[in-house]
């Protein structure tokens, strides 16, 4: 994208606005910084997540274009912060964008609310806006705190990596876009199993052993790879890496007490905003040495 | 990379309590998992009777089932459009050389054999507003027939995988006793009644006897007995070298049936054919060229089989080709949502790397089908009592699932007619003990300093030459020199065949040996009815007798083993629904 | 016209030859696992099953299972490299790991057991019910009423997704037998074909919960390894869990879809406090210690919060929601 304006239509999903707030502070404050402006989508509705996909497979159809056609309205690509979210209002605009009866239909349907989509627009994650329409090149030279020394692993989850026909950004089998943001922010990425395996947040309501399990086991693997923090691009795993962590440990028998930032965060503290205006001690899990570690490096 | 502890498998028999000294009985015995043998053994169970199931490989899964396209059917008929099919099957895919009874009770059976499915939740595929989709198969002009009858499939290209599934299900649904991994090694003749069989269960490494009151052999066409063949590697036509062994007799096998346009490479995927049949809803079939513009059989491409192999065989004699590759499919008239909805193969293309809408296919030949097999009667009965053949492995036939599924009617029906009538025979039990030493034999465990063969080495060789000496355009010489060549590997390379391990688990090696002693008794008749028949014909042709001879040979020619040794004969063919004057001119 | 076509799945240029380790036991002969190497030239197109014949050819006694060769009867799985993928469709890599199926008892080498994934299947009654006897051929049916079945035809059983499933593997981990409580997504997708045929009669949304289908997480790792693009988890699963909220409207499964709905109409986001709260009622005091905690973080939102124009959600909702 050059040195042209990055004007994207902000799509905060459930968690930024709900659960997550420190997401979507982090997300205004960084992108500020960046340089990256923000028109937040403040009438779009939940993306469905997987209950609507489930339940009303056409409503879920309708709530994705509906964000769309919003975005649309304003000339602007979609920016989400959450993997799930991506996942499906991109997997809708592909949809769309590949049949015409089902485009014609879902208008017909969006019309009784004044929306109409014309398949104009992207939507991409900021973890791609930051690689591909940003650059590395460009994210490095705003690093004015690099996180030397900072042993990261990066998280990725599910839905930000498959299926790679709907997303097809970067590789399921061998993902590496988190990790070459990490490298850009001076920081140290952590290779382990892991990191593009479910955190079982889907499925927390009916089996939470499961989540908890399935979590605890991808954040001992960091662990023991001598990992200081986990970074996720999606608030969902965020929620049951950082706000579950404690059961996870209970459920496991072990002790973790490792911090999970979002992505947003991380390329905060790298560029130089103070961990205060990062909401970090909206974390479950904080711990005072990774505090100290964070004043440090500032 | 480490594995985690596995738990390592006690399986034996699924469905079977364990046989006392490894000995079975049953009423009537089903060889061969595919849809004749399912479906024949599901129509017996349905009369009440015994029946048990012996697979080579996995129930529903082993064998050329899996790989059919498409169901043959007739559209809405009149008896007059029938007859016409028939004739049209008769002519332009027998050639002639088939039972024409056999043939025509087969297609009358279809309707209920597919209904029959359809009641069991076979989907066979409509369009939204309910009517059956139907891609018009063109006959032996190649779509100049003024009455082309049709194809239906669930999906074209992937029927035979769906009817396997929905035919398993039910076996299972019904507890009908199957073995899996065991291949039929003899079956027990005497007094010229057949009395049961010897199996090698490979998985456990035992022979088991079992004692049937009816056999019913339906164990494939047998096509994998040269390099490039479609269908399974397990289809080692098992039951034409036993029923050969035993005495029964077989027909035609020189009526051997070519895919003229399967993936030319990679090696394991010529059995892929680049799918040369009408597909609805366009009714277009791919368009074959040599080089970049030569459409080099435009008839052809919704023609039979044998017209196919005929227009490529041209094109060999010319030099424009070769029957390795050298001529391209093309798909590019279609569209890619049609290919993706109706074309079995599409993914497998794609996985490959093609875009259909650019790229065209390298074709080369392969294998299809061997339209002989062992003699039966419009009954499914051999000259041997009780002893019947169903499916690909009878014959002459023109396979395909509408004849293994009618003659999974008929078979049952015979076969359980006999065994409602006759006591469980008496094994001799001698006769049973020499065919499992011989077996048993066939496990020695090379030693260091022996120069020695594996079964499979020597199964590569045998499937070589034949390809290389019995190809799709024959020559006298070549066809001796195959016989000489194969003579000289079984006398030479035989005594030297050993195995790296005489395991009793999953042994391979053992399962190879059988299968080769079977390819040997195969190939040999194979080439020996192909020396005997001096013409050209449909599929079967030859360099040095290249027209068609009526006069002559309209002939079965049936083989027999006597003292370890084939001798032929022939057989006139009763042409009651269909005569050479029913055929157009001929296009050679 | 003829192009060039390159092999989609691995990059080959064919110039060095191709490397296997492959995994060798026999467990009547062996104590435990080895591997053995072989190296092959590079044949255009290779394919795993390829380099497995070949080395037959050779005269290996490498015992592998395949059958049709073109990814139609779904026996020829094996992993490489860690992939579940089967060896026929597969092609091969510079150098590769080959061992059997992940997670399978061994019957030899590559060759592994099926008979427990079967008997699972079988449990869950995988042939039509008829709710009326059968009209005779052919009968009425229509394709937009059997696009589902249709779709879920193409599955082969080859038990890739068995093999990757991170909850199959976790249960497989804790439990001392091979059987596990989550039946896994093969068994499901032959359920789903089922209950997707209208004329099958079963209750299969209730077989589906008692195979414990919302253990499954949708992380999409099977939809990612399926060999032949069956969208397992989009039309299989999905769809019977929408089956479920019509069938089954008391489990939990049901009432967590339902309570995400209503708190979408109502408020346009969905608050998990709320979500929680109206899924699972009174039991969802057990996590007050934790809702504390995390209150005490701003995280635990108590006050309804509607986004603007509510009412052109809600304009959709009325419209399009099943359980009404």
């Known amino acids: ?298 | 990379m480490s594995q985690t502890a596995r738990i390592t498998s006690t399986k034996s028999r699924f469905g079977l309590q364990e046989a006392v000294n490894d000995h079975l009985s049953t009423d009537v015995l089903v060889v061969g998992g595919g849809v004749a043998g399912m479906y024949t053994a599901i129509n017996v169970d349905r009369l009440g009777l015994s029946v048990l199931l012996v697979v080579k490989g996995l129930l529903g899964k082993s064998g050329v089932s899996p790989q059919a396209g498409i169901f043959t059917f007739p559209p809405e008929y009149t008896p007059e459009t029938f007859d016409q099919m028939v004739k049209d099957r008769i002519a332009g895919y027998a050639y002639f050389i088939c039972d024409q009874e056999l043939v025509r009770k087969s297609h009358e059976l279809s309707p209920r054999a597919l209904g029959d499915l359809e009641d069991l939740g076979l989907y066979f595929r409509r369009y939204d507003d309910g009517s059956l989709v139907i891609a018009s198969m063109g006959g032996i002009q190649g779509g100049e027939m003024k009455q082309p009858w049709g194809t239906l499939a669930t999906k074209w290209g992937n029927s035979g995988r769906n009817t396997c599934s929905v035919l398993r299900s039910e076996i299972v649904r019904r507890g009908v006793k199957f073995i899996e991994n065991a291949t039929i090694t003899s079956v027990l003749v005497k007094d010229g009644e057949a009395k049961g069989i010897v199996a090698l269960d490979y998985l456990n490494g035992k022979l088991l006897t079992i004692t049937a009151k009816s056999v019913i052999l339906a164990t494939g066409p047998g096509a994998s007995i040269w390099t490039y063949y479609s269908g399974s590697s397990e289809n080692t036509g098992d039951g034409h070298a036993v029923a050969l062994r035993a005495g029964a007799e077989l027909s035609s096998m020189e009526m051997v049936q070519w895919h003229m346009a399967c993936l030319a490479w990679p090696y394991s995927l010529r059995r892929q054919e680049a799918y040369p049949f009408p597909l609805p809803p366009s009714q277009q079939a791919p368009r074959f060229f040599i080089g970049r513009q030569e459409r080099f059989m435009p008839d052809a491409e919704v023609g039979s089989k044998a017209l196919q192999a005929n227009a490529v065989a041209q094109a060999i004699i010319k030099g424009a080709v070769n029957r390795r590759g050298g001529y391209y499919a093309s798909y590019q008239h279609f569209s890619t949502k049609d290919l993706k909805e109706f074309l079995g193969p599409f993914l497998m293309l794609k996985r490959l790397g093609y875009d259909l809408s650019k790229d065209t296919i390298e074709c080369a030949m392969s294998i299809y089908s061997i339209y002989g097999g062992i003699r039966v009667n419009t009954e499914c009965e051999t000259k041997i009592k009780g002893l019947y053949a169903a499916g690909g492995a009878a014959g002459p036939i023109i396979p395909g699932l509408y004849m293994s599924l009618a003659t999974g009617i008929i078979a049952a029906e015979s076969a359980g007619n006999r065994a409602r009538a006759i006591e469980l025979p008496d094994l001799d039990l001698e006769q049973a003990e020499r065919e499992k030493a011989r077996v048993l034999n066939l496990l020695k465990v090379r030693t260091a300093n022996e120069s020695s063969y594996s079964p499979m080495q020597i199964k590569k060789i045998l499937r070589e030459v034949m390809w290389e000496k019995m190809d799709f355009i024959k020559t006298e010489t070549g066809m001796k020199e195959c016989l000489e060549r194969l003579r000289a590997i079984r006398l030479e390379m035989l005594p030297k065949m050993r195995v790296r391990s005489d395991t009793t688990r999953f042994n391979v090696e053992w399962l190879d040996a059988v299968e080769l002693l079977n390819m040997f008794d195969l190939a040999e008749v194979v080439i020996a009815s192909s020396l005997m028949r001096k013409e050209s014909r449909g599929p079967f042709r030859r360099a040095d007798f290249p027209a068609i001879d009526d006069k002559n040979w309209l002939v079965f020619i049936l083989a027999r083993m006597q003292n370890s040794s084939i001798t032929l004969d022939t057989a006139p063919i009763e042409l009651k629904y269909a005569k050479p004057s029913d055929r157009f001119e001929w296009k050679h | 016209m003829p192009s060039q076509v390159t092999v989609s799945n691995g990059s080959i240029d064919g110039s060095r030859p191709i490397r296997a380790r492959i995994f060798r036991f026999d467990p009547t002969r062996d104590r435990e696992p080895r591997y053995e190497t072989f190296e092959l030239p590079y044949e255009k197109g290779m394919r795993i099953l390829c380099f497995l014949e070949r080395i037959r050819e050779q005269g290996s006694d490498l015992a592998f299972m395949s059958s049709c060769g073109m990814a139609k009867c779904g026996t020829c799985s094996v992993s490489m490299n860690g992939r579940p993928v089967l060896s026929c469709l597969e092609s091969v890599e510079e150098d590769m790991v080959i061992e059997p199926l992940a997670f399978f008892p061994v019957i030899r080498d590559l060759v592994i057991d099926r008979t427990g994934y079967n008997a699972t299947v079988t449990a869950l009654k995988p042939y039509l019910h008829r709710s009326e006897p059968y009209k005779g051929y052919p009968e009425k049916l229509r394709h937009h009423e059997m696009r589902d079945h249709a779709s879920l035809m193409e599955c082969v059983e080859c038990l890739c997704c068995q093999s990757i499933c991170p909850v199959l593997d976790l249960e497989r981990r804790e439990k001392t037998s091979s059987q596990t409580e989550f039946i896994g997504p093969a068994p499901l997708v032959q359920l789903a074909k089922l209950a997707f045929d209208p004329r099958d009669s079963l209750n299969r949304a209730a077989l589906a919960l008692r195979a414990m289908i919302e253990k499954c997480v949708s992380c999409y790792e099977c939809v990612h390894v399926c060999p032949v693009e069956v969208s397992i988890l989009e039309c299989a699963l999905d769809r019977m869990r929408e089956k479920i909220t019509i069938a089954e409207p008391d489990s939990i499964l049901a009432r967590h879809i339902a309570a995400f709905t209503d708190i979408l109409e109502d408020e346009g986001l969905v608050n998990p406090t709320a979500l929680i709260l109206k899924t699972k009622g009174l039991a969802a005091l057990g996590k007050l210690p934790l809702a504390i905690k995390m209150f005490r973080r701003g995280k635990v939102k108590l006050r309804k919060e509607r986004i603007p124009n509510i009412n052109r959600i809600r304009r959709l909702t009325t419209q399009w929601v099943r359980s009404r």
């Open chain 1, 1 to 298: 994208m050059g040195e042209e304006q990055m004007k994207y239509a902000y799509y905060p999903g459930c968690s930024a606005k709900r659960d997550a707030p420190e997401l979507d502070n982090a997300m205004k404050v960084v992108c500020a910084k960046l340089g990256i402006e923000l028109f937040e989508l403040y009438d779009a509705p939940c993306c469905g997540s997987r209950p609507v996909r489930q339940g009303s497979p056409r409503l879920f159809m309708l709530l994705n274009a509906l964000i769309l056609g919003l975005a649309e309205s304003q000339c602007l690509d979609i920016l989400t912060v959450c993997s799930t979210c991506q996942l499906n209002i991109c997997q809708v605009n592909k949809r769309l964008k590949e049949d015409d009866a089902l485009l014609e239909e879902i208008n017909n349907s969006l019309s009784t609310i004044d929306i109409k989509y014309e398949r104009g627009i992207q939507v991409k994650h900021f973890l791609w806006v930051l690689i591909a329409d940003m650059g590395l090149e460009r994210m490095s030279n705003m690093v004015t705190r690099p996180l030397h020394g900072l042993k990261v692993a990066p998280y990725y989850g599910c839905h930000i990596l498959r299926p790679k026909e709907a997303l097809e950004f970067d590789n399921p089998d061998q993902p590496s876009s988190l990790e070459k943001l990490i490298l850009a922010l001076g920081a140290e990425p952590v290779n382990y199993n892991g990191r593009k395996k479910c955190c079982g947040m889907h499925s927390m309501m009916e089996s939470e052993e499961i989540a908890l399990k399935l979590s605890g086991q991808n954040i001992e693997e960091a662990l023991h790879k001598g990992a200081d923090c986990l970074v996720t691009p999606c608030p969902l795993c965020h929620m049951v890496l950082d706000g579950f962590q404690g059961k996870a440990e209970k459920i496991l028998r072990s002790k973790f007490g490792i911090p999970v930032l979002h992505l947003a965060q991380l390329v905060g503290l790298a560029i130089g905003i103070a961990p205060r205006d990062l909401m970090l001690t909206r974390h479950m899990v904080l711990p005072r040495g990774f505090q100290q570690r964070i004043r440090l490096l500032h």
